[in-house]
């Protein structure tokens, strides 16, 4: 229960952070705006083209705006050290860690969400026929993504080059999430329903268990750092 | 609680041979400390003498290189969760976030803590350092000083057995000097052990009950504080960071 409770405080102070600063969701927003007038301007009206690039376009602009939105996710922890409040509280640091992945992954999944609406609008793209199935894809692969995010935003969140470092050691780990993400993404679009791309969503819940596992088990030794 | 025995009978600091090397340099070569139950301490130095570092490895912030630092009869190393559940620390950070309330700062950290209180009880330990009237004030708007009265208002709240304050007088008004001055006498009273780092020598000297010196890495002076004037404290403190520099 006091886990519980710990996990929740660290989402509701991140949650209430965001809602009056909302410092990260307007940067990720107007970072996702421009992504998509350069892929239109790149793509224009090609139907053909844009079906065969768009789960891989849909894709990168959730992996740059989650590299933008997860660089920043212990930023307010730097400040006035409460890093070192947050090291020195008594108990299991793994709710950390939850409580951050959470409030992580909802401000991706919002994203997200806009960003797909964007999508449908920009690429005249009925998201909508499809949107079952394609939520169930994007909230497992968000899951995944956020997961070991979270964990290499605190690994790197006390380290000079962290902007480099960061993404440098993210994307490699994240490649089975992608992989199975966008070839996902590519047969719901397609038509395919989610049983047809039950092998990935399979793929996908592995590594999100994996990359949880991972994070509440490793998190308290990356804290101290 | 089976910390509360063990440091009732020793000491509540502990601290052998202590060695903190940092990049190469030695911060702190050979520290020697014991404080009792019930004691405050008042640790002077120059600015680089290593006070900051001797709190940060008793708060379990950092590790020595050698030596051992003992805290309410645990290990600072070995048993550093236990130290962590009965030392209440304030450092040069006052651990606020900025786009919270004081009065959602304070919720926030005593829930982290595994010590959810109630609303009320909050609002007193703002009352105490003045700032009720700023309960739901963002702290993005506050000063320093007010951002400092936050984070005691904090310690108040986590019921330590251990009080580290790392120039807990930097930046308060008198007013609120005052109530550190008193707030730390009662907890002494209870049975409580405080050591704090300063440069002041009007606060913090008066609840102290003995004078610590940190020079060269180590202690060179420690004295009942009762024996020496302020004048007497300037005096040695001057001196021996002369010898520092």
Known sequence: ?225 | MNWFEPMMADFAIQVSALKKIYAGRPILSDVNLAIRPGEAVALLGANGAGKTTLLRILATLSRPSRGTAVVAGHDCVKHAERVRECVGFVAHGAWVYDDLTALENLKFWTTLSGRPTDAETLRVALTAVDLDRFAHARVRTFSVGMKRRLALARLTLGRPRVILLDEPFAGLDQQAGKWVDEYLAAFKASGGCVLLTTHSFGRGLGVADRIVILAGGGVVLDTPAAALSNDDVRRLYEAHAEDDA
């Open chain 1, 1 to 225: 229960m006091i886990y519980a409770r710990r996990a929740w405080i660290v989402l509701w102070k991140d949650a209430l952070a965001e809602r009056r600063s909302k410092e990260a969701l307007n940067a990720l927003f107007f970072f996702t705006l421009l992504l998509l007038f350069i892929f239109q301007f790149t793509l224009g009206g090609d139907r053909e083209r844009l079906a065969d690039a768009l789960p891989g376009l849909l894709w990168l602009g959730f992996v740059l705006s989650g590299l933008v939105g997860l660089g920043r996710a212990f930023l307010t922890e730097r400040d006035h050290d409460c890093w070192e409040g947050l090291l020195l509280s008594p108990g299991d640091k793994s709710a950390i860690y939850l409580g951050k992945l959470a409030g992580n992954l909802l401000l991706m999944l919002l994203v997200e969400a806009i960003t797909l609406v964007l999508f449908g609008v920009f690429f005249n793209l009925d998201v909508g026929r499809h949107l079952p199935a394609l939520a169930g894809v994007v909230v497992l692969g968000t899951v995944g993504f956020a997961a070991v995010g979270t964990l290499f935003a605190a690994m790197t969140a006390q380290v000079r080059a962290r902007e480099l470092l960061f993404p440098v050691l993210l994307l490699p780990v994240l490649v089975p999430v992608l992989l199975a993400s966008v070839k996902a993404t590519e047969a719901v679009l397609a038509g395919e329903g989610l049983s047809g791309v039950t092998h990935w969503l399979k793929l996908l819940a592995a590594a999100d268990a994996v990359y949880v596992a991972v994070g509440v088990l490793t998190f308290d030794a990356i804290l101290e750092g």
